[in-house]
């Protein structure tokens, strides 16, 4: 399984990205989708995560500002991430995996990953 991540760039406070995050090399049903985070010097950190294809979860810190969402046709999730603020700054990962009893908040708990996009927001 590949993961490509896209759509990270330079955007000011309050301004809107989406990322996206294609798969290949497996089929694309009943999976488990995560995104994460990582800042320079801070651990990686849950975002948001798609569970068996159907189940959202976000984390407090993005929780009505950052929609997940899915296009199987695609093979692609992607992260709206609307009213952006400074501290969104980070690498953003996403991670996949067909294993069932994972924690999606964990990131240990996923099996593939993309290479990274950088997301700046600018005060």
């Known amino acids: 399984v590949q993961l490509v991540e896209s759509g990270g760039g330079l955007v000011q406070a309050g301004g809107s990205l989406r990322l996206s995050c294609a798969a290949s090399g497996r089929t694309f049903t009943n999976y488990n989708m995560g995104w994460f985070r990582q800042a320079p010097g801070k651990e990686r950190e849950f975002v948001a995560a798609?569970?068996?294809?159907?189940?959202?979860y976000y984390a407090d810190s993005v929780k009505g500002r950052f929609t997940i969402s899915k296009d199987n046709a695609k093979n692609t999730v992607y992260l709206q991430m609307n009213s952006l603020k400074p501290e969104d700054t980070a690498v953003y990962y996403c991670?996949?995996?067909?294993?069932?009893?994972?924690?999606?908040?964990?990131?240990?708990?996923?099996?593939?990953w993309g290479q990274g996009t950088q997301v700046t927001v600018s005060s």
């Open positions: 798609l569970k068996w294809s159907v189940s959202t």
């Open positions: 991670g996949l995996t067909y294993r069932s009893g994972i924690s999606y908040s964990r990131h240990g708990d996923y099996d593939y």
